[in-house]
């Protein structure tokens, strides 16, 4: 798939796996749309530090429908295309899995909120651009913890495994114009979950075979791989786990 001139959007663009796909996708020629929530400056900043030209930052909250129905008008209309949507933004506390009490049903919604609704109310809002490009991708960013059931938390590992069932589903629903794939990284050393140490992803990490923590441009290589060279694909989990599935 050649990327020049093609659209991508990115949701949670500004975070670390975000970011590292936005500069991945940018390098092949695709124009970025840096999705953010909170953080309008950071994604501006992001955007201005990526190769290429054309890029914008555009808010895309996971938890407000009507904003997202909006923000995929603007791609419509300024844009005029969308090839790739890669839904990185999510959302987890530091909860041990021993502590039944402290996963709240508040808790709970919250993540499957953000980490499940959000991702598909994004791809329903975009399905339709999507489809016109004739051959577009949507990646979803997941975590072993769906398989594994480890993780932040117990109710991260099953939204996890929410969001990789929805794929497939989507994938037999959106074919043939839109392939639809999940990458599923380990524990990346990153902010992203409040509370973890880079001290606990590597005692994690040396429990794999590859002994070493997954780096953030190693999910985005598995983005561009998904999107670029998989194009016969779809529907299914690409790990990025330093073979802790097998180890």
Partial sequence: MDLKDKVAVITGASGAIGSAAARRLAQAGARIVVGYNSDPDRADAVAKALPGSGHRAIRI?????????EAAAIVERD???CDVLVNSAGFTRMIPHTDLEALTDDL???????NVRGPFATI??????MKRSGDAVIVNISSVAAIVGTGSNIAYGGSKAALDTMALSLARVLGPEIRVLTVSPAAVDTAFVPGRTTAMVE???ATTPLKRVVKA???A???M?????????TGWVIPVDGGKLVG
């Fill in 61 to 69: 909250p996971m938890l407000e429908t009507p904003l997202i129905r």
């Fill in 79 to 81: 844009f005029g295309r």
């Fill in 108 to 114: 709970i919604d919250a993540i499957f909120a953000a």
């Fill in 124 to 129: 329903r809002a975009f399905a339709g651009l």
């Fill in 203 to 205: 005692k994690v990490a």
């Fill in 217 to 219: 441009d190693e999910v």
């Fill in 221 to 223: 290589q598995a983005v």
């Fill in 225 to 233: 791989a998904a999107v670029v060279n998989l194009t016969a694909s």
